[in-house]
């Protein structure tokens, strides 16, 4: 197949802006040209020439000659007008924007439909990982079990650091910032958000189910202290990240985002630092095993650059698993087993099924023992009980009786 010329617009000139022209510059082999950038500050010194830049999106948008869009700005909204209108005209698009593609990645669907275009957005998802492709061209099976990973590259360096250099989440955090892994306000980072919309694109391609990101439960670690870190550090264990995946035999996806002690057996426990880790695992072929770096200005535009490529030989997005009738398991089918510390003397007993350890001292309170998603929704919504939890592993259902279920629900009726 021949590939095509694409002359491009691009939206945004910041660190990934600027690594994507460096990377582009070394590769003339792709025929591609940014004809044109818009930026949003008259103020800022930057690199290149002045006639490259522009301050009006239409200048790109009403551009016949630009025949692909490629969108690297941080504001979700603005980002979806930008891309909505490139698409009703035609224009091919690549984006990083993980929020605005997983808020709105139903109608992104309708309009590649109508206007036969088509958007990339590998680097939304794990930076220089090809995760996305690899979902959709080498897993194009019904037999894909669960999709399982380190997706953010910022809470992964601050909690590499609390291991192995045995400080504080705090401290770790004020690294990070100087480093620029982590923003001055970090919280879409450390509070499990940035990694669930990477989950749903993983999902919609894993498993062929669109869904909200309101339909995903996520806890971060911002919220992590000593009694976490120190048990994981008694056990031998990393505490990590962890956005996760799992079809059950039924055609329920088990989904959500939260911080789990990996054990020194799992291939996640040696993703260290900025690096992502992904992994999959299918009937056939077991589990496979995908890691990169995470984070960083040439990373990221070194997938973009990939979606550039892909584009010129007219490569789309085909989503052949929608047609399938697999669907999000609800808060209530789900149990997880977890460590949670809790405010001393607090009622957090009473709201889980099994407990397996107990632990208060003056200062310190905690709990081991299984508990169901949907109680666990809500002891998270209670600003009274400050409590912070790790994850373990995500129960079988099945092994979970169903008086003892039946039971828990009608204490936290009566509790509530």
Known sequence: MQRRKLKIGLFGFGCVGHGLYEVLSKTPGLQTEIKKICVKSRDKQRALPDSYFTYDAADILDDEEINTVVELIDDADAAFQIVRMALERGKAVVTANKKMVAEHLEELLLLQQRYNTQILYEAACCASLPIIRNLEEYYDNDLLESVEGIVNGSTNYILTRTANEQISYDDALAIAQEKGFAESDPSLDTGGYDAKYKLLLLIAHAFGVICKPDEIFNAGIDKL????????????????????????????????????????????????????????????????????????????????LSDISALSYDYRYEYRKLNNADSLAGPGEIYLKIFMRHEVGAEVQPYFIEV????????????????????????????????????FEVVNSESIAANEAMHFHYKMAVSA
């Open 225 to 304: 202290s000593e009694p976490e870190f120190n048990y994981a550090r008694e056990k031998g264990y990393r505490i990590k990240l962890v956005a996760s995946a799992e079809k059950s035999p039924d055609g329920k996806i088990t989904a959500t985002v939260l911080p789990k002690f990996i054990t020194a057996d799992d291939r996640l426990f040696t993703v260290g630092d900025e690096f992502n880790g992904v992994k999959t695992r299918s009937y056939f072929s077991d589990v496979q095993f995908f890691m990169g770096r995470g984070a960083g200005a040439f990373p990221t535009a070194s997938a973009v």
């Open 356 to 391: 397996a350890e107990t632990y208060q001292s003056h200062t310190i309170a905690y709990i081991i023992g299984i508990i169901n998603l949907e109680n666990l929704k809500y002891l998270s919504s209670r600003v009274d009980l400050a409590i912070s939890f790790v994850l």
